[in-house]
Nanobody, 112 residues
Framework: QVKLVESGGGLVQPGESLRLSCVAS????????LSWYRQAQGKERELVAD????????KYADSVKGRFTISRDDGQNMLYLQMNSLKPEDTAVYYC?????WGQGTQVTVAS
């Protein structure tokens, strides 16, 4: 069965960095586009970034361009999100996504 498990969230101050990880199991990772979404309290879930097979195509939400970097390690079935220069508005639960599958999410809180 497909399983996605995120980790790496936490509480940081504005300007600091975090690296989120997602380990996938139950499917062949490499051919698929993978994504990070986030959902802030009271708001709809939104796409943060996604990455095609082999990293050939990468997209970012305008709000994170230049600060966040998505990457993948197909050999390890891992998806990453490096988040730099974090802002309070980045506070949300971050989810790993593939096809119709979602992880359980990891909380990121940016506050001074």
């Amino acid at each position: 069965q497909v399983k996605l498990v995120e980790s790496g969230g936490g509480l940081v101050q504005p300007g600091e960095s975090l690296r989120l990880s997602c380990v996938a199991s139950g499917f062949t990772f490499s051919p698929y586009r993978l994504s990070w979404y986030r959902q802030a309290q009271g708001k709809e879930r939104e796409l943060v970034a996604d990455i095609a097979s082999g990293g050939a195509s990468i997209k970012y939400a305008d709000s994170v361009k230049g600060r966040f970097t998505i990457s993948r390690d197909d050999g390890q079935n891992m998806l990453y999100l490096q988040m730099n220069s974090l802002k309070p508005e980045d506070t949300a639960v971050y989810y790993c996504h593939y096809g119709t599958y979602w992880g359980q999410g990891t909380q990121v809180t940016v506050a001074s």
